[in-house]
Structure formats: C-alpha cells, structure tokens
C-alpha cells in the first residue's frame, strides 16, 4: 500500500494521510494501472463490493477507528462525527473532537482538504469540488471547527486535477470571479478555445481558505490526471476508482 503522509505543521497528536490506486485487490477498470490489484475504496463506482471491503478492511488497519464515510454531493453540509453514530449521511465534509473518530473524504480530481487546529483539539476533511468549493465548503468547515473550540485552523491540500488539466467553461470562471476578482488569477483561457480555461484549484481553494483568515496551508502540488501511476482520476478515465484522505485525533 502507497499511502501519502502530509508534510505540514500539525500536532503530534494528530494523524493523517491520503491513500493512492496502489496496493489493493480490486481490478480492471479499478486496478493499480499496472497489471496488480488497486486499492479503490469507492462502494458507488461499480468495483466488486468484495474487493472494496478488503480495501477498506486493509486501510483499516493504519487507523484508530472506522473511518466516518460520507455520500458525497458535491454540496456544503459539514457534520461532526459524534452525532452519527455508524450513519452514512449526504455531506461533503466532516469534523471530529474526538480522539480515535476518523474524517474522510474520498476524491478522483475533486480536491480533499485536511484540517486541524493549532493544538490538535478538533480535525476536519472537506471535498472540494469546484461547485462545492465556489459555494463555501471550506469556510463551512472552518467554521464548524471554530464552533467546536479551534482557535487556530492549518489546511492540507491534498491530491487533485492539477492546473494544466482543469479544463472549464465560462459558467465556472463566472462563478468564481462574480463574486470576487482576484480569483481570475485562477483561471488561464486556453488559446483558441472561446471562453474555455484552464483552472487552478488550489489556487482557488487558497483564495477561499485565506479569506477565512487560514493562513498555515500546505500541499497543493500533486496532480490526479497527469500522475496516472499513483492516481485514480475520473477526468482521465470515465469509469475509475476513488482514494481517500483521511484525519484523526490520536
């Protein structure tokens, strides 16, 4: 198993990391890209459940507790894992005060976001699509988080489509730059292509975090689409598999 263990200023009493398509036991279409088992841990995407089972039971094993699973939507909703007690609700992010409770997102482009506080007293993961992340997924959980007692708040940026692979039309440069200017610099039209760009999600997503007064931010410079050894992307590939990341107080 290939796992990605952030590289950022967190307390030693958190615990994180982001899995690749590497070292599982699912195949074709879902496999590692390399003749071997993947390690797709997406129920939703048409993988043999039992293959996905294994998957999660050997992710399993690097964590204190069963990851609190989400339906994704590509929404807004951020709930705190002590209130669901084994449900998999409709949320794109989640927060834990907890020790041993276990935030994950699961991502195939779509950027994942890791979060904890200065003292390590309450964590958090958004999915941060581009509706999601135009809409306030991040400042949500930020918010949320600071509802639970975090004075201070860092961010990961964790594996997503990177900047030379985020094709977009006008409707999502507008989206983004109705209603704030500086996020044009986010976005780079593509030549000979009207009202097509290239965007830069980690560049929007740090425009979006900082205006939610987080300034410890990390990541942000691994892409899914172009790094197809390591990655799963559903831009790349249609039908794929889905990673995770995932965070805990220890």
């Given at each position: ?16 990391l ?80 907890t ?31 581009w ?25 990961w ?34 030549p ?32 899914t ?12 590939d ?13």
């Amino acid at each position: 198993m290939d796992l990605i263990i952030p590289q950022w200023e967190a307390p030693a009493n958190v615990g994180c990391l982001s899995t690749t398509r590497i070292g599982g036991s699912s195949r074709a279409p879902y496999d590692d890209g390399h003749g071997g088992g993947g390690l797709n841990l997406g129920t939703h995407v048409g993988d043999d459940p039992a293959a996905v089972a294994h998957n999660r039971g050997s992710l399993r094993a690097f964590l204190p507790g069963e990851p609190a699973w989400l339906t994704q939507v590509h929404g807004t909703h951020v709930v705190d894992v002590e209130s669901l007690h084994g449900k998999v609700p409709e949320a794109d992010a989640s927060i834990a005060s907890t020790p041993g409770q276990v935030c994950v997102i699961q991502t195939a482009d779509c950027l994942p976001v890791l979060f904890c506080d200065g003292d390590g007293s309450v964590v958090g993961a958004a999915h941060a699509g581009w509706r999601g992340l135009a809409n306030g997924v991040l400042e949500n959980t930020v918010a949320r988080m600071r509802d639970a007692g975090a004075a201070s708040v860092m961010a990961w940026l964790g594996p997503a489509i990177g900047p030379t692979a985020f094709e977009v039309g006008p409707e999502v440069f507008d989206v983004f730059t109705g209603t704030d200017s500086e996020a044009a610099r986010a976005f780079n039209a593509i030549p000979g292509s009207s009202g097509k760009y290239f965007a830069n999600i980690y560049a929007l997503a740090r425009l979006k975090l900082a205006q939610a007064g987080v300034t410890q931010i990390y990541g942000g410079d691994l892409c899914t689409v172009t790094d197809r050894r390591h990655f799963y992307s559903y831009r790349r590939d249609g039908v794929t598999g889905r990673m995770a990341s995932l965070i805990w107080r220890k």
